[in-house]
Nanobody
Framework: QVQLVESGGGLVQAGASLRLSCAAS????????MGWFRQAPGKEREFVAA???????????YYADSLKGRFSISRDNVKRTVYLQMNSLKPEDTAVYYC?????????????????WGPGTQVTVSS
């Protein structure tokens, strides 16, 4: 069982940066692939970024094509935390951001492969 709690959201102006954190419980955090998704009002949840697990020192990161270059995902297995660095934020980035964990290391753009989800953190970008 894994419990996830996101933090770091807030209200910022366009062009600003935010770093979201997702703290996980459980002893096997390093073996889980971790993903970030977001959901804007009236829209479906969409993939943002993911990073593989597996317990090795080699991780692979994946990004939504539209966000590549502005967003960056990383993980700290000692702290059991995954991060999402978001730069040059735009009003269209406004959404609730969710952290997710799953045992698979493929198909990570699909929300259905994740077993555990956090409650989400609100990010609002003003113009």
């Amino acid at each position: 069982q894994v419990q996830l709690v996101e933090s770091g959201g807030g209200l910022v102006q366009a062009g600003a940066s935010l770093r979201l954190s997702c703290a996980a419980s459980g002893r096997t955090f390093s073996s889980y692939s971790m993903g970030w998704f977001r959901q804007a009002p009236g829209k479906e949840r969409e993939f943002v970024a993911a990073i593989t697990g597996g317990g090795t020192n080699t991780y692979y990161a994946y990004y939504a094509d539209s966000l590549k270059g502005r967003f960056s995902i990383s993980r700290d297995n000692v702290k059991r935390t995954v991060y999402l660095q978001m730069n040059s934020l735009k009003p269209e980035d406004t959404a609730v951001y969710y952290c997710a964990a799953g045992v698979r290391d493929n198909g990570l753009r699909d929300s259905h492969v994740y077993e555990y989800w956090g409650p989400g953190t609100q990010v609002t970008v003003s113009s």
